[in-house]
């Protein structure tokens, strides 16, 4: 980096030599006060000094008219051949459905967000996890709650069999006080619950505002990169379901996890969002309980209801939630004929698939007629089915209540349904007739090109029947369920 300095020749333009190039580049500073202005000027503006402004020459790289300097970097570049992984390796929680989102649990110096709506139990589970750590990490947890006093946590932990020697609790709502209480813990892992209601007197705004949130989050990334701090932060969500706050606080962590769920259903899920340790389209499956939550490690059972009788109106279809294959049953119920626009109403799928589905075995089949009939369809046990691959099981239990005719119970359909009536590919069939087999289902109908003879996979113990439209669809469940 070097600066020349040459008194501008009197008459020119600003005294801009027309000698100069493009590189490099000529600039101007004051000789008295080291101001930089724009453009060549008599009398300085910073200083107020005359004939003080002269022309130098910038070799570097500068910002905002300034020049960067370089500097010794604190670690040299190194062969990444060289570089140990070993503080990179993820530690168990304890709690396996969470490891199984987070790539097999927390590493050392991770930020892991988890937003969700209020009483999800969000609190309960990093209450859970926080009193694991503490058992089986050999160092103490930490944590720190802005939302609830230390009597209500400890309550809360008592209820759920969590009290540990090593876990700590604190209510804070100042980040100097809750770096202050990582000085003293020394812990291994710290629970932030919530970072919207933390603050730091050296920001303006108030609390849970943008720039609170965005530099309360800085702050404690670096201190658990610098000490290698497990930490997780929990945030809120808006009304559309997004993370409250900034955008760039999803940038800032390293692992960001929604919890959902339906606070009449007993059912939570924590779906991973982004994951700078592992995959970032995986969802754990844990169980609301009044001892707390538990995971569920097979939760397909939830999702379909036992009949002594196959009851018409109901089939059963394979969805995949991430990397995880769940038997959920879906329901139909079609109503009276009424006047004027009937109402269709779903519970756990898509209203508008449900409305093409509608259309599709109007224009497309015969015998049923749905544009004057009320249609309600739910799936069974609150969980949520909007991938096109449910269209064909939708279609399948409209069907079989319009016409009053039962499906088979060991039958499960696969398949998006196209306006024209076709059945299109969905992804992972193999994996959604394993967990079907699994379960003792032993005919399915899957799109044209997925059965075992296309793709070289399936259950030996399964039929699989390839399906080209709605159609041929019904005709095919008509003959099973006449077997």
Not at 96 to 125: F, I, M, N, W, Y
Not at 145 to 156: F, M, N
Request: include cysteine; charge should be neutral.
């Amino acid at each position: 980096m070097s600066i020349s300095r040459s008194t501008p020749a009197r008459g020119t333009a600003g005294g801009r030599s027309k000698a100069a190039g493009r590189e490099p580049r000529p600039a101007y500073e004051c000789d008295a006060c080291g101001h930089q202005p724009p453009k060549w000027v008599g009398r300085c503006p910073e200083c107020g000094e005359w004939g003080s402004v002269i022309e130098c020459t910038i070799t570097g790289p500068t910002v905002s008219g300034r020049v960067v300097s370089s500097r010794m970097p604190a670690e040299p570049a190194r062969p990444i051949a060289t570089i140990s992984a070993a503080p990179a390796r993820a530690r168990p929680t304890g709690v396996s459905e969470l490891d199984r989102v987070l790539g097999g649990g927390l590493v050392p110096g991770a930020v892991v967000l988890l937003a969700g709506e209020p009483g999800v139990g969000k609190s309960t589970l990093l209450l859970d996890v926080a009193q694991q750590w503490a058992a089986g990490a050999g160092s103490p947890s930490l944590v720190v709650s802005g939302e609830e006093s230390v009597s209500q946590v400890r309550l809360r932990a008592e209820r759920m069999g969590t009290l540990h020697d090593q876990l700590y609790l604190a209510a804070e709502s100042d980040l100097a006080a809750v770096l202050g209480h990582l000085d003293a813990v020394k812990p291994g892992l710290l629970v932030l619950d919530s970072v919207q209601t933390i603050s730091t007197t050296g920001t303006e705004g108030v609390p849970g505002g943008v720039t609170q949130v965005r530099a309360v989050t800085a702050a404690l990334v670096s201190v658990a990169k610098e000490r290698g701090i497990a930490t997780v932060l929990v945030g809120h969500v808006t009304k559309d379901g997004q993370v409250a706050g900034p955008r760039v606080l999803e940038h800032l962590v390293d692992v960001v996890l929604h919890f959902e769920g339906d606070k009449h259903s007993s059912l939570r899920m924590v779906r991973g969002v982004k994951n700078r340790f592992g995959a970032a389209d995986e969802v754990g499956c844990f169980e609301m309980h009044e001892g707390g939550i538990s995971s569920l490690a097979d939760p397909s059972g939830l999702f379909l209801t036992r009949y002594a009788e196959p009851v018409p109106g109901t089939c059963v279809t394979v969805a995949m939630e991430g990397r995880r294959a769940l038997v959920t049953e879906v329901q139909a119920l079609i109503g009276a004929t009424v006047a004027g626009s009937p109402r269709r109403t779903v519970s756990g799928l898509d209203s508008a698939r449900l409305a093409m589905v509608l259309a599709v075995l109007q224009r497309r089949t015969e015998r049923l007629t749905l544009h004057d009939r009320e249609v309600f369809a739910a799936t069974v046990g609150g969980i949520r089915v909007v991938e096109p691959a449910a269209d064909l099981a939708v279609a399948l239990a409209v069907a079989s209540g319009g016409l009053n005719l039962a499906i088979a119970p060991h039958l499960v359909a696969i398949g998006e349904v196209g306006l024209t009536g076709e059945v299109r590919r969905v992804g992972a069939v193999p994996r959604r007739l394993t967990e079907a087999a699994r379960l003792g289902f032993r005919l399915a109908l899957v799109p044209p090109g997925c059965g075992p003879t296309s793709t070289g996979a399936g259950p030996d113990q399964m039929r699989v029947i390839e399906v080209d439209n709605v159609r041929s669809a019904l005709q095919a469940a008509a003959r099973a369920s006449a077997e």
